[in-house]
């Protein structure tokens, strides 16, 4: 199975891609302007058009992950804080104050749970290890620490009917999964699968399949809910950061790679887009609750 490029790269570290009806500024039937993702070292989010081209607007130092909001347009996480806005172009995002001052650490990866919290996780630059922290900005616009002692936070995910969380601390080489509940969180951490490679971004689809992002292995993996490695979807670049469902049949498997740790000249389609059909929808992105 091999993805296909959407069109030439437009990034040089595409991560993050999210998918979001009421972002569609009318490019039409295949919703691919509902789609946007992140460069996230250049700071700016992406929105992608069915030609490839994108436009883009510049949030901050780093742009590590965004989600929609309920109520209208986005919640992006930056290098070391939370910004809100109510467009969906993204051009009144008003930052909030930042969680941290140590200029070493950024935020990475993350998602919302089934209540509407966003929970986004760090990393240092350094990538040392245990210096990250999963946070959670719960609807009442408060911030807090809900792990620590990770070190390249990234991949959270809830199964369909969100009773199950999945999460990748990358160097681990393994997913891990939680228990969830309104009441309780995020409980009971446990592996759920080792992928013999680096795991990032990752999805669930409709069956509880759950499509992990392979950084340095030339893949995305689908692993059943039983953790069973039954899909392995081929790319032409090393470097595979995330993917989501989209399209309007949420079908569509959107793949983001990166230029990263890539030498000049060589993998000319690192940092672009791919699609996939699978054969299996996905899950609606759940949005952050305020």
């Given amino acids: 199975m091999r ?72 919640v992006v996480a930056t290098e070391r804080g939370f910004s809100l806005g109510r ?12 969680l941290w001052a140590d200029p070493g650490l950024r935020f990475n990866d993350g998602g ?38 990770v070190t390249i936070s990234n991949g959270l995910c809830w199964s369909p009917e969100g009773e199950f969380a999945y999460y990748n601390d990358t160097p681990t080489g393994q997913v891990d999964v ?5 009441a309780g969180g995020l409980t009971r951490r446990r592996r759920f699968v080792s992928v013999g490679g680096f795991p990032d971004g990752l ?14 292995g030339s893949a995305v993996h689908r692993y059943t809910a039983a953790g069973v490695l039954d899909e392995v979807v081929e790319l032409p670049v090393t470097n595979v950061t995330a993917c989501t469902f989209g399209g ?11 230029r990263e740790n890539v030498p000049d000249g060589e993998q000319p389609l690192a940092g672009a887009v791919f699609t ?9 992105t759940r949005p952050y609750a305020a």
């Fill in 3 to 74: 993805a296909e490029p959407v069109g030439p790269p437009q990034a040089f570290h595409a991560e993050g891609p999210v998918w979001w009806p009421e972002w569609d500024s009318g490019f039409g039937r295949d919703g691919f302007s509902a789609l946007k993702y992140v460069d996230l070292l250049a700071g700016d989010v992406l929105t992608l058009s069915p030609s490839g081209s994108v436009s883009r607007v510049h949030v901050g130092r780093v742009a590590a992950a965004l989600r929609p909001r309920s109520l209208g347009g986005a």
């Fill in 203 to 216: 999805c669930v689809d409709e069956q509880g399949g759950v499509w992990v992002a392979l950084y340095g």
């Fill in 87 to 98: 467009s969906s172009a993204l051009v009144d995002l008003a930052p909030m104050p930042d």
């Fill in 248 to 258: 309007v049949d949420l079908r569509t498997l959107f793949i983001t790679t990166t």
């Fill in 112 to 149: 919302c749970d089934p209540d509407g919290n966003f929970y986004c996780g760090t990393m240092a630059y350094s990538q040392a290890p245990g210096a990250g922290t999963l946070w959670r900005l719960g609807t009442d616009g408060a911030a807090r620490a809900v792990l620590e002692g």
């Fill in 276 to 284: 996939y059909r699978p054969g299996v929808g996905g899950i609606a």
């Fill in 178 to 182: 939680f228990d969830w509940s309104s």
